[in-house]
């Protein structure tokens, strides 16, 4: 039996906190004290112990763990026998009536395995679909679809609570990993992505009234309020595309333009790492095996970026195109999601619980 669980949850949209509080539920019913921390950017708060059991729990992006959750555990104490479990969420679906499940891919066990190396002793993994909240992507799940995916994995989570609160172990998620390793490629592609191209999709349309609360409740404090009448948000390279802001939003202010990403493609797809290798320099040490032709085209597609970017977001503060503009982007018509009964001040705080 343990003596304290520390549950650490990073959420965008809530699955992971309603995640937490399930594990938690279970927990306080066998009368263990229980702590609950948000993953964000500053370190966080553990004293290993043996009779502690840490447990994460978290979206999975790109069918892998995210940045943000990787570098927190790198960050961690040493564990000297700590216990961990591991519950990704991952982005469960239904469509006329039929369940799509989720695929965690390597989220679960790259996690473990760092937490392993870290010195805790992992005790098991599962994977739990939650409804899917990719809203930049697709409009948001009905009441009845969103009901009928949460009623199932309620009772996954409390099972897999009671059986690693009662001493034993689970591990699930054997071929969702065999997946996510062949599927190894696109996972750090969209890591790079989500963190240097995804982010730049995001802007806020004629809705927004500049409340500022899409920056206070980002996990990763991405989001910065800019303008010299009226501030507005501007989305930095650190945006993990939690989807917070945008599901969040009073106002539904936040949106994702694919007008965006047709610009950076064609401003990216320029060979302009060829143009000045073949024309204008000659690099030092070319007699080493270094890809100075990606480099090159690297530095080039972040800074081209980043200034298209900052243009857009001056363009944006002229009222009349800012209307436009938010009247031709698909997300302005889609429906948001958030967990049920998960509020802005319930992510809006470091110690959720503490019991």
Request: aromatic letters at 14%; one cysteine or more; a positive charge.
């Amino acid at each position: 039996m343990f003596d304290k669980i520390v549950v650490f949850f990073m959420t965008g949209t809530g699955n992971s906190y309603q995640v937490a509080a399930w594990f938690v539920e279970e927990a306080a019913a066998l009368g263990i004290e229980t702590q609950v921390q948000q993953i964000k950017v500053t370190k966080l708060s553990i004293e290993p112990n043996r009779r502690t059991l840490c447990v994460f729990t978290f979206p999975t992006h790109g069918f892998t763990a995210p940045w943000l959750l990787l570098k927190q555990i790198l960050y961690l104490p040493r564990g000297k026998g700590t216990a961990a479990v591991v519950l990704p969420s991952r982005a469960g679906t239904r469509i006329k009536g039929i369940s799509l499940p989720g695929m965690e891919g390597t989220a679960g066990y790259l996690t473990a395995c760092l937490l392993f190396l870290k010195g805790y002793r992992v005790k098991g993994v599962i994977g739990v679909d939650m409804p899917s909240n990719w809203t930049a992507v697709h409009w948001g799940l009905n009441k009845e679809n969103k009901e009928f995916i949460i009623s199932a994995a309620e009772p996954k989570v409390k099972h897999f609570a009671k059986v690693i609160l009662n001493g034993q172990k689970s591990f699930h998620g054997i071929v969702p990993l065999a997946l996510g390793l062949w599927l190894a490629p696109i996972s750090v592609m969209y890591l790079i992505l989500g963190q240097l191209i995804l982010s730049k999709l995001f802007f806020a349309s004629d809705k927004c009234i500049g409340c500022q609360q899409c920056a206070d409740l980002c996990p990763k404090q991405a989001i910065l309020m800019v303008g010299a009448k009226r501030k507005r948000p501007y989305w930095t390279y650190s945006c993990d595309s939690c989807m917070a802001c945008m599901n969040y939003c009073p106002y539904e202010a936040v949106e994702v333009s694919p007008i965006i990403g047709i610009i950076f493609y064609f401003i990216g797809t320029i060979p302009i790492s060829t143009y000045i290798l073949n024309h204008f320099v000659t690099l030092p040490f070319s007699w080493l095996p270094i890809n100075w032709d990606g480099i090159i085209q690297y530095i080039y597609v972040l800074s081209s970026v980043f200034l298209a970017y900052l243009l857009l977001h001056a363009a944006l503060g002229w009222r009349f195109f800012c209307i436009i503009f938010s009247k031709l982007t698909h997300t302005r018509y889609f429906r948001r999601y958030h967990a049920p009964n998960v509020s802005v001040k319930n992510l809006n705080q470091r110690s959720i619980i503490d019991d």
